[in-house]
């Protein structure tokens, strides 16, 4: 079975340093990769998405980057982080056609 | 670029029926709908998605208006592990973007 491994949990950053979040996907190949953010008592905001290694299509004009080294690996990326980067960040796969999409646990990053 | 509406929130008494509607007026012929939910401080949850037909899995049931402009998702016997936020979404089959609204928040009372 498929299953989508997303750390940290938690991160707590000072304003200005860098990020890298992780998320990895087992049990599957080729899968449309994305990462998502929610702010507090809001909807989730898509970021980026990918269809394939080295292919990133952004939503939004932002701090932040994403990238896509290996099949099922996804990676989102700031060089300097900002206090409105605060949020609930989550990562999701989907097959291809009309298959839904499957959630990661998040990470909740705070900025100080 | 939601393109689904939905009430903000709704209660529903435990072991009753939850009817949650959801409006998607510019549904295209190829946009499938899909139903997530969100317990607090968790990832969204696949529920269930459709096309035209009705559907039931063993979460819940998907039932689609004749026209399509709009959809229930009906949980058969609420319980207090079903209060969540619940999210509607259209996504045509090809397209790889799946955009989230506000959804409704479900809460289920003893």
């Known amino acids: 079975s498929q299953t989508i491994h997303q750390w940290p949990a938690t991160l707590v950053q000072p304003v200005g340093s860098p990020l890298s979040l992780e998320c990895t996907v087992e049990g599957t190949s080729n899968p449309n990769l994305y990462w998502y953010r929610q702010a507090a008592g809001r909807g989730l905001q898509l970021l980026f998405y990918s269809v394939g290694i080295g292919q990133i299509s952004s939503e939004v004009p932002q701090n932040l980057s994403a990238s896509r080294p290996q099949d099922r690996q996804f990676i989102l990326s700031s060089k300097k982080l900002l206090l409105s980067d605060s949020g609930f960040y989550l990562c999701?796969?989907?097959?291809?056609?009309?298959?839904?999409?499957?959630f990661g646990d998040g990470t909740r990053l705070s900025i100080l | 670029d939601a393109k689904t509406t939905q009430p903000p929130s709704m209660d529903c008494a435990e072991g009753r029926a939850a009817n949650l509607p959801c409006n998607h007026s510019t549904i295209s012929g190829n946009e499938y709908v899909y139903w997530y939910r969100q317990i607090h401080s968790q990832g969204p949850q696949y529920i269930i998605h459709g096309l035209k037909n009705n559907e039931t899995n063993e979460m819940a049931s998907l039932i689609i208006t004749e026209d399509r402009k709009s959809s229930t998702l009906i949980l058969p016997h609420a319980t207090l592990r079903d209060t969540a936020v619940y999210y509607c979404?259209?996504?045509?089959?090809?397209?790889?973007?799946?955009?989230f609204g506000t959804g409704t928040s479900l809460t289920v009372i003893p």
């Open positions: 999701a796969w989907a097959g291809q056609r009309d298959q839904p999409q499957h």
């Open positions: 979404i259209v996504r045509p089959a090809t397209g790889n973007q799946f955009y």
